[in-house]
Nanobody, 126 residues
Framework: QVQLVESGGGLVQAGGSLRLSCAFS????????VGWFRQAPGKERDIVAA????????VYADSVKGRFTIFRDNTKNTVSLQMNSLKPEDTAIYYC???????????????????WGQGTQVTVSS
């Protein structure tokens, strides 16, 4: 059974940085595409960034391009999200998700990911 455990959330001032980590267990990590999604109060869940299995190609939401970086470590079974220049609008619960059947056209679609973590709160104060 695949399990995902997020860590690294917290409270930070605007302009600051945080690094989120997602620890994967229960199957062959390199076979899974992993994404970070976020959901703010009263809003839908949206893609933040994703990294494909094997080759590791990445995608980002337009709102975080140039500020956030996703990277995977296949030796440690982890995916991290480095978040710089944080803004109050980045405040949300951030979720890690993994799926084997995620294809290029569905990278941004949460429904394509089978496994989800419990989420970690990120709060950016102005």
């Amino acid at each position: 059974q695949v399990q995902l455990v997020e860590s690294g959330g917290g409270l930070v001032q605007a302009g600051g940085s945080l690094r989120l980590s997602c620890a994967f267990s229960g199957d062959t990590f390199r076979s899974y595409t992993v994404g970070w999604f976020r959901q703010a109060p009263g809003k839908e869940r949206d893609i933040v960034a994703a990294v494909k299995r094997y080759g590791g190609a990445t995608v980002y939401a337009d709102s975080v391009k140039g500020r956030f970086t996703i990277f995977r470590d296949n030796t440690k079974n982890t995916v991290s999200l480095q978040m710089n220049s944080l803004k109050p609008e980045d405040t949300a619960i951030y979720y890690c998700a993994a799926g084997m059947g995620v294809i290029t056209s569905t990278l941004r679609d949460g429904a394509a990911y089978r496994y989800w973590g419990q989420g970690t709160q990120v709060t950016v104060s102005s």
